[in-house]
């Protein structure tokens, strides 16, 4: 094993939906995290070691020791993906580094956090703990790809807007879930507001081009 590489062990594995695994492990060592941030993990398979950057969902460390959460969408034809059904509650896992520069401003502006799908792990943590006036946007097609409910309505003074957008949703009640597609160039938004996005690259630029177009400037997005 490589001197200063990370290790730490699995405490718990669920499924969110049916292809997004929540792993949650915990170092031997304290590991500090700037919400946004991602981890390095290596793995060997029966090729040869490789490696996979995972967001940060949460982190919390007490005695030493830091409990870290991530959220992955397993590919069917992905290398990871098939690696993951051989990790279980009790693995050993190692973090190559925590890292990634994609973090919430140190300012007092008002900030929007959209994602959709997975892009929900850096996006979740900066929300979480950032003190600003906050809004947020996420979309995904039907009620059983929504995940993580509970932890946006646990975050303090978070106006969350969440859409659903190929759901008939008219038995929910009406504020818990809004129809079609998210169109953020509709809405309204300080011309000073902070935009963070998460997801895949062609959304990604989607979005960034029709703020851009609407003359914003603070646009902050990390795509894979
Ligand atoms: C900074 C950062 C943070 C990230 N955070 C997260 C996160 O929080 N959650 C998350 O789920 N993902 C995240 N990712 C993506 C993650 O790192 C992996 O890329 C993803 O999980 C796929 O890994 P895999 O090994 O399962 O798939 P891979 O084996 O890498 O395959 C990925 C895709 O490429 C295709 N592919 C593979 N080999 C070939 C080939 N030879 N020819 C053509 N196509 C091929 C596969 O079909 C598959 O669709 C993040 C990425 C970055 C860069």
């Known amino acids: ?13 669920k499924m969110l939906t049916d292809n997004i695994i929540e792993l949650t492990i915990e170092t031997y060592t304290e590991v500090k995290v700037v919400p946004g941030q991602w981890a390095l993990f290596t793995f060997e398979d029966e090729q040869w070691p490789f490696q996979r950057c995972y967001s940060i969902v949460d982190q919390d460390t ?12 397993l590919l069917d034809d992905g290398r990871w993906s098939a690696s993951i059904k051989n990790i279980h509650i009790g ?3 190692t973090i190559k580094w925590v890292f990634g520069t994609f973090v919430v401003q140190n300012t007092q502006l008002p900030k929007v956090f959209i994602w959709t799908g997975i892009g929900v792990a850096p996006l979740l943590n900066m929300a979480k703990y950032c003190t600003t006036k906050k809004q947020l946007f996420f979309s995904v097609s039907y009620k059983n790809d929504l995940f993580y409910e509970d932890r946006i309505k646990k975050i303090h003074d978070l106006d969350a807007n969440i ?11 009406s504020w818990t879930y809004i129809p079609w597609r998210m169109d953020i160039d509709k809405e309204h938004f300080d011309p000073d507001t902070e935009f963070y996005l998460c997801w895949k690259p062609e959304i990604v630029e989607d979005i960034v081009w029709k703020l851009t177009l609407l003359w914003y400037k603070r646009i902050y997005s990390e795509k894979y």
């Open 163 to 173: 859409y659903l957008s190929r759901e008939d949703i008219s038995g929910y009640p």
């Open 62 to 73: 007490d005695n030493e020791r830091t409990m870290l959460i991530f959220s992955i969408k």
């Open 1 to 13: 094993m490589t001197e200063g590489w990370i290790k730490a062990k699995v405490i718990n594995r």
């Open 91 to 93: 693995s050993e896992v």
